[in-house]
């Protein structure tokens, strides 16, 4: 996939969704408190946690195998072990979801791994649903 810019709220990352069906821009806001991934999809704006890059990143590397995306809105089911039941697991890094705006904490899975793709430090599938993610 290629992707531009540098990941700065200046020059974010063009991004697609895993199933390539939706463009986003992402960029990092280490000025935040605590520091964000910031994800702006259309008009709506979310942010998570940016330290959530490295933790996945060591989840996956675990893990040693496929993990599925599961994406999902906040306060809607998830799929057992999938990476958005991770991202808002209470034995995780935080203690919770990585999201940081309330209502709209949800969709980690969808947001934050490509962002990891386009830093070439996982491998991501883009089908039309169920994609996975591992760690390179």
Known sequence: ???????????????????????????????????????QAGATRLSYQLRGLGDLYAWLKARG???ELGSADEGKPVKPDSVEAWARAEDNPVGGY??????YRGRFANYVTPVLEALERVELEHGARNNRVRAL
């Open 1 to 39: 996939m290629t992707t531009h810019g540098s990941g700065t709220e200046a020059d974010p990352w063009r991004l697609k969704t895993p199933s390539l069906t939706a463009d986003y821009l992402a960029w990092r806001d280490e000025a935040a408190d605590p520091p964000a991934l910031v994800v």
């Open 65 to 67: 195998d496929w993990a």
């Open 98 to 103: 990585y999201g940081l705006r309330k209502g």
